[in-house]
């Protein structure tokens, strides 16, 4: 990723000046972010024996990228660097380089050959990003984390929260994962689909962003069809029919579970063939996203939907009770209420 390598000194603005100074109360006075026990998956390591990783994106509001950089820097004893003026690089954390940045692409068009609606000189970007600030979210993109250090994000996100993050305005604030998949094969891949979608009404109700506006956040729901065809007893494709039946259903980023940027890194070509201008990033993980950053919340953590993660990657692993879930999703009448607390019921009880 090109980027200026020219260190940029903090230049809050003077209503945010106060809580990036360093040893400010605001800073200090509060207790550090309350531990809660992230989950290990039942595949804790990759096909190649590493630790696992995942990737996390946090939405928030409130500051812009220069001064989300700036306090992060200041908190983390880092540096930060431009890439653009609303996309900075915080450099040397514990977890490594961390993007903020504000999540349109058409503020970043250095990045991107141009898209259907053309290419924004650099100062129309800069314009652009100014002027959408109250509408578009701020983001911070997190390297792949090692599992064992995922609780260092927390500490991430109560910098931002001290420093004035919070969840202001129409959009929703969504918290995404990328974990890397223990196996990069059809089957490893489809027993996580299969777990998700019988799962993810019970995902849902637990996540629910408290604002009711911002329920929107959710992807839209996978089809029927779909749903049925792949929790089937026999459905266990090989990777392109695996590929193939889910573009053919699901040709958008809009999902929960986005599979797109891992098959995108599988085959390009296939992906494009039906998708040539969608935003997809090429990446060997699987992407989850939630509407429910609460950055604003003192001592919220990303534990506890991360842990929810973790129960569909250990229903996947358990063939025989994903087959008994499987069976009575295939068999059930119920609503979608009634579903999301039996499968919970069912993937969960002894």
Do not use: C
Not at 238 to 248: G, K, N, R
């Amino acid at each position: 990723m090109p980027f200026r390598r020219q260190r940029v000194p903090p230049k809050p603005s003077p209503k945010r000046a106060e809580v990036l100074v360093s040893g400010d109360p605001l800073l200090t006075r509060e207790p550090t972010v309350a531990r809660i026990d992230f989950a290990d998956p039942p595949e804790r390591l990759n096909a190649t024996g590493d630790v696992r990783s995942v990737g996390v994106e946090i939405e928030f509001g409130s500051l812009t990228a220069r001064q989300a950089a700036a306090a992060l820097a200041e908190g983390l004893g880092a540096d930060f660097f431009e890439e653009d003026a609303h996309a900075l690089i915080v450099n040397g954390t514990a977890i490594g380089d961390l993007m903020v940045e504000i999540d349109t692409r058409y503020a970043h068009p250095q990045r991107y050959p141009g898209t259907p609606h053309g290419r924004l000189s650099k100062s129309g970007a800069d314009m652009l990003g100014r002027v959408s600030g109250y509408f578009v979210p701020r983001e911070l993109v997190t390297p792949p984390v090692s599992l064992g250090r995922l609780a260092l994000v927390d500490e991430a996100v109560e910098v931002l929260r001290r420093a004035g993050a919070r969840e202001r305005g129409p959009a929703a604030f969504g918290l995404h994962f990328n974990p890397e998949p223990p196996r990069l094969d059809a089957e490893a891949i489809t027993a996580i689909l299969k777990a998700f979608l019988l799962l993810n009404g019970w995902l849902r109700q637990e996540s629910r962003p408290r604002r009711p506006s911002h329920r929107f956040g959710f992807g839209r729901d996978f089809p029927g069809a779909y749903i049925r065809r792949v929790v089937s007893a026999d459905y266990w494709p090989e990777l392109d029919q695996l590929m193939d039946d889910y573009l053919a259903a699901n040709p958008t980023r809009k999902r929960d579970l986005d599979l797109l940027p891992l098959f995108l890194f599988f085959d390009e070509r296939r992906v494009r063939a039906r998708l040539p201008n969608e935003k997809i990033g090429k990446r060997a993980v699987l992407h989850y996203r939630l509407p429910t950053a609460r950055v604003s919340q003192p001592n919220w953590s990303i534990a506890p939907d991360w842990n929810r993660w973790v129960a569909v990657e250990r229903l996947a692993a358990d063939r025989p009770r994903l087959e008994r879930l499987a069976a009575a999703y295939l068999a059930q009448t119920r609503n979608a209420r009634d579903w999301a607390n039996l499968s919970a019921r069912l993937a969960f009880g002894d």
